[in-house]
């Protein structure tokens, strides 16, 4: 039996194709059997003169160029097969693009990925629309047994527990009495509490009690934590995992060095990246930029850099008591570009904890506590790669286009990149909960 379709009611966030041909030029494509069999059947070596496919590890991949893109991209910037044969005789993978599907027991969660430039921008529908067609490509889908969603550790959550947690935290980040500042704040504090606790013996109306209680303190208790700047350590894990999500290996260029040279070349980037000194290896959408420049700039809500005195905002123009060195001006942050930056990371974050991308089958089936800390770790990285795109223009203050970036380069791994899901990258986060380094971080980019 096939699960009901479940797409999250966000009337914020619309979703329409544009044929911008980003999508074509950035992901690499796995193929199903059904897949190679319809573009086989379609002639397409005759047509192009040469293979489409490229073995890689056991599995069946599109073919890219020497620039990335596939090899059906053609020069409108459209797809061949689309144009050629309709939507419906792409691969699966393709006609997907940017939903995602989440199975648990109760139904199939309907997440978006905001690599889509027109989902970043919320151009298009409204979501619900697609429904006809999410489901007949769900249907294409083989069978699989749907996916129990894990409190902390094994223990299995009950769908009461899931949805405490998942109306809980949506409540707090839509929010609009609060500033940004606060409410990602706010966020990283619930999170870091969550990972903290033991759930075990927080079931069902405990849980509630628990996630309602902290939910009701976090805007009294901000102002009566301590903020130090975060940990030199805390800012390499945090570049780091910067590194692992923008870290985009192609099959062509693996093959071409092999892998001795492929797995060399990327522990130097890492090692580059987690020094945070001198200039960073060229990364697609970002060039080379002296991590020096970072200093430079300010939060992404126009707050400045970590470890200094926070600035109310409640004018257009942010000074701030110590800025990053002696000769930068003030900030000067439109009302209007604070409100799309704001928007943007709650119509993101809230669209993966309701679209079932947080954790469970959404999330290389981590529990609900690491699943949140990892989703947590992303926000960061945006944030910080947003401002590290911001210097990398030679801007001091971060623009919309910047984080629309970032966020684009962070989510499109989330989810779909295997070393995501490794032992390094959950002891990176359980670190940075435990040495409270995952508020302070929210706090310094924010």
Not at 139 to 151: R, Y
Not at 171 to 178: D, F, R
Not at 401 to 417: E, K, M, N, P, W
Request: net charge positive.
């Amino acid at each position: 039996m096939k699960l009901p379709i479940y797409i999250p009611e966000l009337p914020g966030q619309k979703y329409s194709c544009h044929g911008c041909g980003a999508c074509c030029r950035d992901f690499t494509v796995q193929l199903t059997p059904l897949d190679l069999q319809k573009l086989d059947e379609q002639g397409w070596r005759e047509q192009l003169g040469q293979e489409y496919v490229v073995q890689f590890r056991g599995h069946s991949w599109l073919k890219q160029t020497d620039d990335g893109a596939c090899v059906f991209l053609g020069d409108n910037g459209l797809c061949k097969v689309h144009a050629q044969f309709g939507l419906q005789a792409k691969p699966l993978a393709c006609q997907f693009f940017p939903f995602m599907l989440s199975p648990n027991v109760r139904d199939t969660h309907v997440g978006i990925s905001f690599a889509c430039g027109s989902v970043a921008a919320s151009k298009g529908a409204p979501l619900q629309t697609h429904r006809l067609d999410v489901r007949r490509m769900a249907e294409l889908l083989p069978a699989s047994a749907p996916m129990p969603v894990k409190l902390q550790g094994k223990l299995i959550a009950s769908e009461a527990e899931v949805a405490i947690i998942e109306t809980a935290l949506d409540a707090w980040l839509s929010k609009q009495h609060i500033s940004p500042a606060t409410r990602y704040q706010g966020f990283a504090w619930l999170v870091t509490s969550l990972l903290q606790a033991n759930l075990q013996n927080m079931r069902g109306e405990k849980l509630r009690l628990l996630v309602s209680t902290l939910t009701n303190a976090v805007e009294q208790e901000l102002p009566l934590l301590d903020w130090p700047p975060p940990p030199p350590r805390a800012w390499t894990l945090l570049r780091q995992a910067v590194f692992t999500r923008i870290e985009d290996p192609k099959i062509g260029d693996l093959l071409k060095r092999g892998k001795v040279a492929s797995v060399l070349g990327q522990l130097l980037r890492s090692r580059k990246w987690s020094s945070g000194r001198g200039i960073s290896p060229k990364t697609a959408g970002f060039g080379a930029v002296d991590f020096a420049r970072f200093d430079t700039t300010f939060g992404v809500f126009a707050n400045e850099c970590a470890g200094h005195a926070r600035i109310p905002m409640t004018t257009n123009i942010t000074e701030p008591a110590h800025l990053p060195n002696a000769h930068a001006s003030p900030v000067i942050l439109a009302n209007q570009d604070i409100a799309a930056m704001d928007d943007l990371l709650q119509r993101w974050i809230r669209s993966s904890i309701l679209g079932g991308r947080a954790w469970g089958s959404g999330l290389y089936g981590l529990p609900i506590d690491q699943g949140l800390g990892l989703i947590l770790v992303n926000l960061l990285a945006a944030l910080w790669l947003a401002r590290f795109h911001a210097a990398g223009r030679g801007e001091q203050r971060v623009s919309l286009l910047d984080l629309q970036v970032a966020v684009g380069r962070v989510d499109r791994t989330s989810g779909r990149a295997v070393w995501l899901a490794t032992p390094g990258e959950r002891l990176r986060v359980k670190w940075l909960s435990h040495s409270d380094s995952l508020r302070l971080l929210a706090r310094a980019l924010v």
